[in-house]
């Protein structure tokens, strides 16, 4: 009996466990792994409700996966939600040109008047680029010379159109839970972006992860096949 009785205490007691109460404010930003960690998994929970989950497991070039979408706060807890890539519903038409150090890039009004809240961004730029006139303009010397990719040589020759041909920096598209990613935009001179046959009948987004916060760690939960058990922390620093 008494042992049933203590069984019974200790399963109210873990039933009973507290976590960190979550709200928006507080949970914007980056979180990195814990250390030590054999996981070097990365979010960002950005303030429009959309996050960047990048899975990486043992070593900073073993990514497993890229998730885009939206997230929200249910329960006391952080949902990921699982986004919807428009690769198939949106046209890109570009111009190779390695020559020039400028990208612009056109958005065609029906792309626009169907994500009125697009945003932008290119490579890791933690930043969102503004549409002025349906039009970006990206300074590609500008991004190389900040994030220093003229000065490694060892992969690519030094020379700034190889770089501007070989390095693989993304312009990534957002818009709720709705993205799109366009590979090697260094390389291009123009790029046109507007939308194929685009159906909004997506049934409801399916949850890729949720969180848990103790001690202002994040425990993830309901992961999938593909995802392994993680903790993360809120920090400013690079994580891998």
């Known amino acids: 009996m008494k042992n049933r009785f203590w069984l019974l205490f200790l399963i109210l007691l873990v039933g009973c466990?507290?976590?960190?109460?979550?709200?928006?404010?507080?949970?914007?930003?980056?979180?990195?792994?814990?250390?030590?960690?054999?996981?070097?998994?990365?979010?960002?929970?950005?303030?429009?409700?959309?996050?960047?989950?990048?899975?990486a497991q043992s070593h900073s070039c073993e990514i497993w996966g890229h998730y885009y979408g939206k997230w929200e706060i249910d329960n006391n807890k952080i949902i990921l939600l699982e986004g919807v890539d428009l690769d198939t519903f949106i046209s890109v038409r570009g111009n190779r040109n390695?020559?020039?150090?400028?990208?612009?890039?056109?958005?065609?009004?029906?792309?626009?008047?169907?994500?009125?809240?697009?945003?932008?961004?290119?490579?890791?730029?933690?930043?969102?680029?503004?549409?002025?006139?349906?039009?970006?303009?990206?300074?590609?010397?500008?991004?190389?010379?900040?994030?220093?990719?003229?000065?490694?040589?060892?992969?690519?020759?030094?020379?700034?159109?190889?770089?501007?041909?070989?390095f693989s920096i993304e312009m990534k598209l957002r818009a709720g839970n709705f993205y799109k990613e366009i590979n090697h935009v260094l390389s291009y001179g123009k790029l046109k972006i507007g939308l194929n046959d685009f159906k909004n009948d997506y049934p409801?987004?399916?949850?890729?992860?949720?969180?848990?916060?103790?001690?202002?760690?994040?425990?993830?939960?309901?992961?999938?096949?593909?995802?392994?058990?993680?903790?993360?922390i809120q920090r400013e620093e690079q994580g891998f």
């Open 98 to 166: 390695i020559k020039t150090d400028t990208l612009l890039v056109v958005f065609e009004q029906d792309l626009l008047d169907s994500f009125p809240n697009l945003q932008i961004r290119f490579g890791w730029f933690k930043k969102d680029y503004k549409i002025e006139q349906n039009e970006i303009v990206f300074d590609k010397y500008a991004f190389c010379s900040e994030n220093q990719i003229f000065r490694d040589t060892s992969i690519f020759p030094f020379d700034k159109e190889s770089r501007y041909q070989y």
């Open 17 to 55: 466990e507290k976590y960190d109460k979550i709200d928006f404010e507080s949970v914007l930003g980056e979180y990195f792994h814990t250390v030590p960690s054999k996981d070097y998994s990365h979010l960002e929970l950005r303030n429009d409700f959309t996050y960047h989950f990048d899975q």
């Open 204 to 232: 409801k987004s399916k949850k890729l992860l949720e969180y848990k916060m103790k001690n202002e760690i994040l425990y993830s939960e309901g992961k999938d096949g593909w995802i392994y058990e993680h903790q993360l």
